[in-house]
Structures are given as C-alpha cells and as structure tokens.
C-alpha cells in the first residue's frame, strides 16, 4: 500500500449482493474500485449486524488490491487478530468505542495492517490530535453509523481541521456515508482522499452486469477530481 492522495474510491459491500459477495468484489474491482470497504456491525455498538472474520476470511481472495475493514463494533481488540488473519489490510477501530483506543492502535499495527480511527458525526476532530502519529486513516462518518443508505451529513469543516492537523503525515482522510457525485466534490475539496460508497456504486449493476458500477465509480471520481485543490 504505497501512499498517495490522489482520489481512491472504496465501494461499501453493505451494498453488494450477499449472495455473492466474491463475485461482487472482483466486479467492482475490474470496473475500477481501488479499494473494498467492509462495514462490520455488532448490533451493539451500532443498532445493526452485518458481518464477521469469517466473511473477511471468505472474499479476501476474490480482492486483488486493498480490504478496508471498518469495525464498528465493541469492544474490538480481542477481535483484532482474527481480522488479520482473515487478510484485512487495513483495519479501522472507533475512537468512541473503548477508553484505550492508543493501545487499540497499536495492537493493530502489531498485527502488521494499517491502522485507523473513526469519528462519528458528533465527534470533533480534536478527539484524535494526540493519535496522528500512530494511524494511517482517519475515518470520517458523514452519517450516523448502523445502516446504508442514509443521508449525507455535512463534515466539511472537520475535514479540513483534519487535513491541517494531519499537514504532511501520510495518513489518509476516508469519508463513510452518503457518498455519490454530489457530495464528492465537497469533501475531496476539503481533503479527503479515500470515498466510501455504496449503494451510489452498486445501484444498477450486478456481478453478471458489472458496466453500471464502473459507470458510478468513474462518475464519483471525476466528481471528486475535478474540484480538487
């Protein structure tokens, strides 16, 4: 995973067909996903229940580029090796989700995957000044987390205190939650780099039918390119 800013887009397989999870991810990977997202829900911390270790273990080797594991979910060290174990590259942990999220850090990055920490809507970026040092992504919620499809949440102004904070740190800036061709454009201006979406790709599209979501991939990038600065 060599680091850059330019835009990369990380289809949510929340949205994807769960029938056909393997076969959904290498579509959208050759319609262009530079990532895949995996929104993993406990019915706990978030009032939803998605997947597990398992399904990671199940699609890791239908993906050829990065898995982007977003735990929403506590408490989650005693899940971390199990996630690497099932191939994650990246693993994100909330900041909310426990009281010792410096040594929830480390322990991810002890089990050799990026590390990254997530804000919910209602948490300010100060929250995670003291941890720039020990992540590789930050996860900014622009919707309540627990389920797709949700309306997007206007984070702009978090976005850029982060994108100060972080100054030159390789440490990307991912948005989840309602990410389509309008919103794109609004947070890469103000500094993200990594967009999640999913029903905005999957919608109209399927395994045997992938051209729609290379249409709404490339549609949400050139969104977000072209107000980049």
Same mark, same amino acid.
């Given at each position: 995973? %060599?680091?850059?800013?330019?835009?990369?887009? &990380?289809?949510?397989?929340?949205?994807?067909?769960?029938?056909?999870?393997?076969?959904?991810?290498?579509? !959208?990977?050759?319609?262009?996903?530079?990532?895949?997202?995996?929104?993993?829900?406990?019915?706990?911390?978030?009032?939803?229940?998605?997947?597990? %270790?398992?399904?990671?273990?199940?699609?890791?080797?239908?993906?050829?580029?990065?898995?982007?594991?977003? /735990?929403?979910?506590?408490? !989650?060290?005693?899940?971390?090796?199990?996630?690497?174990?099932?191939?994650?590259? !990246?693993?994100?942990?909330?900041?909310? &989700?426990?009281?010792?999220?410096?040594?929830?850090?480390?322990?991810?990055?002890?089990?050799?995957?990026?590390?990254?920490?997530?804000?919910?809507?209602?948490? %300010?970026?100060?929250?995670?000044?003291?941890? /720039?040092?020990?992540?590789?992504?930050?996860?900014?919620?622009?919707?309540?987390?627990?389920?797709?499809?949700?309306?997007?949440? *206007?984070?702009? &102004?978090?976005?850029?205190?982060?994108?100060?904070?972080?100054?030159?740190?390789? !440490?990307?800036?991912?948005? *989840?939650?309602?990410?389509?061709?309008?919103?794109?454009?609004?947070?890469?201006?103000?500094?993200?780099?990594?967009?999640?979406?999913?029903?905005?790709?999957?919608?109209?599209?399927?395994?045997?039918?992938?051209?729609?979501?290379?249409?709404?991939?490339?549609?949400?990038?050139?969104?977000?390119?072209?107000?980049?600065?």
């Amino acid at each position: 995973m %060599p680091f850059d800013r330019s835009i990369k887009i &990380a289809p949510s397989i929340l949205a994807a067909d769960f029938a056909n999870f393997g076969a959904e991810c290498a579509a !959208v990977e050759s319609q262009g996903a530079d990532w895949i997202h995996v929104d993993v829900m406990d019915g706990h911390f978030v009032p939803n229940i998605t997947f597990g %270790p398992a399904t990671c273990a199940a699609i890791r080797p239908h993906i050829k580029g990065v898995m982007d594991v977003h /735990l929403m979910i506590a408490p !989650v060290d005693p899940y971390i090796d199990a996630f690497a174990d099932a191939g994650a590259d !990246v693993l994100t942990a909330h900041v909310e &989700a426990g009281p010792h999220i410096h040594r929830t850090l480390q322990a991810i990055r002890g089990a050799d995957m990026k590390a990254g920490v997530a804000l919910n809507p209602g948490t %300010p970026a100060s929250a995670i000044g003291e941890l /720039l040092d020990m992540v590789d992504l930050v996860c900014v919620m622009t919707v309540n987390p627990g389920f797709g499809g949700q309306k997007f949440i *206007d984070m702009t &102004a978090k976005i850029s205190e982060l994108r100060a904070m972080i100054s030159d740190r390789p !440490v990307h800036i991912e948005i *989840d939650g309602g990410v389509d061709p309008k919103t794109a454009p609004l947070v890469a201006k103000a500094g993200a780099d990594v967009l999640v979406a999913g029903s905005a790709v999957f919608k109209g599209g399927s395994a045997s039918n992938p051209a729609p979501y290379g249409e709404n991939i490339s549609a949400i990038r050139a969104a977000a390119n072209g107000t980049w600065t």
